[in-house]
């Protein structure tokens, strides 16, 4: 995918001064090759949607009656724009210049069929995770020579040809560990993905949810997961 625009797929549901922090770095940051911002606003209540419809021709927005969670918001994207490589990104992301120009050239020129930036912490760089024997994940922090078992869906470049060999997002998955079933499927089929250490990110994680919201769903999310690859894990 040389010629296509790449597509920027954000999702939103409330907490709006992430959401202009993360449009504004883009458009400040982001030079070559081509793209365009996809915003799918999960039925938010705070003047996001109000925000995000001045605008204008600087993105295109998707409303949503309801929130649909990640993966059926990013499959409607993802369908729409099937011949596209299509990054996948969180709301409260922050990117650096030329994160996209990298983590494109990257994808062809080391021939994965997915990237992510590294994301920054107190501890260091978080270069992807490792899944322990009941599917709870454990980050790799300035870990470059670890293979991940994925790489994080908060920001995550996929090629096109990448979808159509390992289809779209489970959407049985409402938040949470879409990333790690998608790239245990990239596994098996062979896809080789990578983080980016050279492109940092700064990611507020989970600003949409609370703490308790968070656990109920990680939980509920991990148990799903441990049931799909039983062969693997223990619920």
């Known amino acids: 995918m040389q010629n296509e625009e790449i597509i920027i797929s954000i999702l939103t549901h409330n907490k709006l001064e992430f959401t202009k922090r993360c449009i504004d770095r883009i458009l400040k940051n982001t030079i070559s090759p081509y793209y365009r911002i996809v ?8 003047g996001t949607r109000l925000w995000l419809e001045r605008l204008g021709n600087k993105i295109r927005l998707i409303k949503n009656n309801e929130n649909v969670g990640f993966s059926k ?3 409607a ?3 729409a724009y099937r011949n596209n490589d299509i990054v996948l990104m969180n709301n409260d992301i922050e990117v650096p210049t030329k994160w996209l120009l990298t983590l494109h050239e990257e994808a062809y020129f080391r021939d994965y069929g997915a990237v992510s930036p590294a994301i920054v912490t107190s501890r260091g760089l978080d270069v992807g995770a490792v899944l322990d024997s009941n599917a709870r994940g454990k980050s790799l922090i300035d870990d470059f020579e670890t293979e991940p078992d994925w790489i994080t869906g908060s920001c995550l470049y996929l090629k096109s040809e990448t979808i159509e ?6 959407d049985n998955f409402n938040f949470y560990y879409e990333d790690v079933d998608y790239c245990l499927r990239m596994k098996q089929a062979g896809i080789k993905f990578k983080c980016i250490k050279e492109v940092a990110v700064i990611h507020h994680n989970s600003v949409s949810s609370n703490p308790d919201q968070k656990r109920m769903m990680l939980e509920q999310s991990r148990q799903y997961i441990a049931s799909k690859y039983s062969e693997r894990f223990t619920a």
Do not use: E, P, Q
């Not at 915003?39 to 705070?46: F, G, K, M, Q, R």
């Not at 060999?165 to 489970?170: E, F, I, M, Q």
């Open 73 to 75: 918001a990013h499959n």
């Open 77 to 79: 994207v993802m369908r």
């Open 39 to 46: 915003v799918t606003d999960n039925c938010s209540t705070d």
């Open 165 to 170: 060999k390992n289809g779209y997002l489970d």
